[in-house]
Structure formats: C-alpha cells, structure tokens
C-alpha cells in the first residue's frame, strides 16, 4: 500500500494538518518541524495525489507550453529554460508544439488540456487579431512572439526592431557596407512578423549611416532553417552580388549560410563576416565560432513565467506588455577583438563590452 500523509504524520509525531501545510509549501511551518515532517516523506517514499489536491485547491502546479515548433534551435532551448524557470517556482510545464496550424493553435487555448493546467504561454503564428476575444479565457494566459492581439494579455517579447538595428550597426562598425540579409520579409507577410521587424532594424541601422538599402542583399529565407541559410549566399554568389557581411535573421540561416561560403571557398571573417540571431549553445561549437544578436531568450522565459504565475495566484491585476533586454555576442565568425566578448547595445546608448565565455576544448 501507498503510503499516506497519515503515515507520515504518525512517522513524524506530528498532526495530519502540520504535513498537509509542509506539501503544499504553506510558510509558516518552522524549519524543525519542516525537516522532521521531509525525513518522514524520504523514509516512506510518500508521493503527494497530485490529483486530489488539485480537485481541492483549483490548481494543479501545471502550466502549458505551446510552440510552433520543437525540431528549430531556438523554440527547443526557450521551452528548456521554460520548464527550468517553471520547476524553480514549484510548477511543470506540459508542452505541445502546433507547426503553425490554426487548428492547432485554437486546440491550444480551448482544449480539454487546458483543464489540466493552471495557465498557458503560448507563441502563435497562424491566429490573428480577429481571434482576440479567445485570449480571455477563464485560465490566464500569457503570449510570447510577436504577434500583438490586445492589450488585455500578458504578452512578453524581445526588442527585434532595435536588436536588429544594433546587430547591422556593430557590422557597419567593423567596416562593413555590403550587408546581406538573409530572412527578409517577403510583401505578403505579416505586419508583425518577425521578419519584418528584423528587416525594419537593419534597414533602418543602414539609412542612419548613410547606406542605402539594396533590395539584391534582401533575401526571404522560406523556413528558416540551416537549408534556406545555404540556399540564400547560394542565390548571392551564383548572382554576382558583391557583400562583405551577412547579417541572418536567425542562427540557423547562419549556420546554413556559413557552411555554403566555406565550402565555396569563401573564408570567414576575411572575406565575409557572419552575424547570426539568437544566440543558440550550438553557435558556440562551430568553426569558426558564430557572432549573434541574444534576443533574451532567457530572460523572455523569466519572465514570462513569473507573470504567468502571477497571474494565477493574483488574478485582476492589469496585463503587461514587455520587451526584454538584448546584447550582441561577440565570437570569431565577426572577427574576434579580445577573448570571446559579448557587446551589449541599448537604443541610444554607447556600446560597452563585456568578458564573456569561450567553449573549452581539451
């Protein structure tokens, strides 16, 4: 048989309400009896009925994660720091990837997993504005991405226009003028999206430095993935396009974009220098190492947790709309100036680097 918070209690010499408020985290339970009611949990292998509990208290510790995708870079490292923010606060994180299917996304916001959990981040793609009213559901949510419903969500972003801006300006810096934009918005997409407000910051870095946009260097990169990367410096150098540097909206156009120059014999950064977005751990193990704009991932899945449970446990409070920090990480792939350095770039402000990590090699 299981044991019990009965059992516990008698393990523990202790009332059956003393264990009751030790695993449901209630504070004002002293340290002493804290410890002596865990080592009555250990000794018996007691697991709470986390369904009981939840009938009871209306919550169930669980928050819901939907993403457009797991298989890219970057949505599988922000649902990783997800759960581990989620974890920290007490809560699980159940997680379902839509592929961008409307269908998908409504199931989302109104499925019967949604009773299984206590709120829901969502980052949707294919929903527009029209379906606003389906954020206002009885269970909080909270958005990540860029899509903008209204302004009775939580919604929590990164700062891509100035993030963009400031990864074009650091190439401008190092001497660049013929920057290629891999992942250029194409006219039919979405106002919002974030190709278009990448392209926004770097055609924007261009014209205050006097340079002007030239629709050759703007490629649309289809998926986004490592195969557009390629097929975009593959479109350059079978055009005759002169650049000397390559800004890509993500890093795996990067990654796809620094294979094609290499292979074409291209060197990097001596002839070309690669500037990728997103910061991701594998930009770090590539030769050379890869520059990118940190759009705060980590902080974005902070965040939006934190306000997510805040909202569950406050609920009325009035929604927020934030837009997190970014830096520019500075590796090889740019030309690196000093050991692995990330510069860190505000709207209107200086430029200031800081020691950053390398990867170790044996």
Request: with cysteine; proline share 5%; aromatic share 4%.
């Given at each position: ?286 030769t050379p190492t890869l520059s990118s ?26 929604a927020v709309y934030q837009e997190v920090d ?37």
């Amino acid at each position: 048989m299981a044991a019990t918070l009965r059992d516990v209690a008698r393990l523990a010499g202790v009332s059956f309400r003393t264990v009751s408020n030790v695993v449901n985290e209630y504070q004002h339970v002293s340290e002493a009896t804290r410890a002596k009611v865990e080592a009555a949990i250990e000794e018996l292998g007691y697991h709470p009925n986390y369904s009981a509990r939840s009938l009871r208290l209306g919550r169930s510790k669980i928050l819901g994660l939907a993403v457009p995708t797991l298989t890219q870079g970057y949505f599988a490292e922000l649902t990783s720091e997800i759960i581990d923010a989620a974890r920290e606060r007490g809560y699980i994180v159940l997680t379902e990837q839509t592929n961008s299917r409307r269908e998908l996304e409504l199931d989302a916001l109104q499925g019967p997993r949604r009773l299984m959990t206590d709120g829901l981040l969502i980052n949707p793609l294919a929903l527009t504005s029209e379906d606003a009213p389906l954020f206002s559901t009885e269970r909080p949510v909270v958005l990540l991405g860029e899509n903008v419903f209204c302004d009775q969500v939580d919604h929590v972003t990164m700062k891509n226009v100035e993030a963009a801006a400031a990864g074009t300006d650091y190439l401008i810096g190092l001497g660049h003028r013929r920057i290629a934009l891999i992942g250029a918005a194409t006219q039919d997409g979405p106002v919002m999206g974030t190709s278009t407000l990448r392209m926004k910051g770097y055609r924007q870095a261009l014209q205050a430095h006097g340079i002007a946009p030239d629709p050759a260097l703007e490629l649309p990169a289809g998926t986004w993935r490592r195969a557009d990367g390629a097929a975009g410096v593959r479109r350059l150098l079978d055009n005759g396009v002169a650049f000397d540097a390559v800004f890509a909206a993500t890093d795996m156009l990067a990654l796809g974009a620094m294979h094609e120059l290499q292979v074409s014999g291209v060197t990097l950064p001596g002839d070309v220098s690669v500037l990728g977005f997103d910061n991701l751990v594998e930009g770090e193990y590539l030769t050379p190492t890869l520059s990118s704009v940190d759009g705060g991932r980590r902080r974005i899945a902070d965040v939006a947790v934190s306000a997510l449970i805040d909202r569950i446990e406050n609920p009325g409070a009035p929604a927020v709309y934030q837009e997190v920090d970014f830096a520019i990480v500075e590796r090889e792939s740019t030309g690196l100036r000093r050991p692995s350095a990330t510069v860190v770039a505000e709207p209107g402000a200086g430029v200031d680097v800081i020691p950053a990590r390398l990867p170790v090699t044996s």
